[in-house]
């Protein structure tokens, strides 16, 4: 009885072993060799990370992909945008600027308002609930969109949606295609298209006026409760535009919504471009 109870002992263990080393399935390897690729050139791969690493929250921007392929990102821009290290909101006419200027050059809209990139500063990549419903209201009404994570730990994430007849979608492969000829980097450029852009959040009101740098572009500020309590350019503001008499009795919510000079971040980043540029 001893004998038999080492060998079957024995005998799980090399089941136990054989399930271990087990490779992935023939099945398992179809499915991801069946998935969509999402292709980035060596100048845009490594100008993401750049720009991944260069603050210490999350970041976001849209993909600008070559003409003759949808899915071959060459280029990653940002636009005007507040993080935390768990959110991005993007502001409305900064998106419209660059539509704009991406037009101007002889883009289609294709090209670069349809795949969306952000980071996440830890090492997920996976959406977050925010994710998916950001995902579904900016990108919503377009034929087809693609989100993609990048984790600072190096994990990624591309799921490619259609939004049109038999509505689906799929998750994607991801690949940096060193095949094409591609620019060197540029660490100069990219700094000044980081701090022109984003800007580290680190309090609960919103709507505080945001300082800008000499040349009239925003830059890189870290905003903390001091601001919270700073009206400043905000009363000065009402009070040339007519508006409501600087008063420490009137709340700033209550003045924002009385006469909302500024742009409601929070409610309103991403109602327009997106859902307005033909399919």
Known sequence: MMNAAICVSKTRKKQSRKKQNRKPSSRRKRRRSNRPTIRFTPYAWAKLLYLRDAGNTEIGGFAVTSATDP???????????RCTSVTVEFD???????????????????QFGRIWIHTHPGTSAAPSPTDEETFDRCFGNVEWTVMFILARGGETYARLRFNVGPQSSQEMNVEVDYSRSFEASNKADWQREFAANVRKVNRRNPFSPLPEAADG???????????????????????????????????????????PLFLDWEYDECEMPLSTFPG
């Open 71 to 81: 899915l071959l990102v060459e280029d990653v821009c940002l636009v005007r945008q």
């Open 92 to 110: 409305d006419n900064s998106v419209a600027d660059f539509f704009d200027d991406q037009v101007d050059a002889g883009l289609k809209p294709e």
């Open 217 to 259: 572009y925003p830059f890189f500020h870290e905003l903390d409760e001091a601001d919270e309590h700073r009206p400043g350019d905000f009363n000065v503001a009402l009070k040339q535009n007519g508006g409501l008499e600087q008063s420490g009795d009137v709340d700033w919510f209550d003045r924002l919504h009385s006469q």
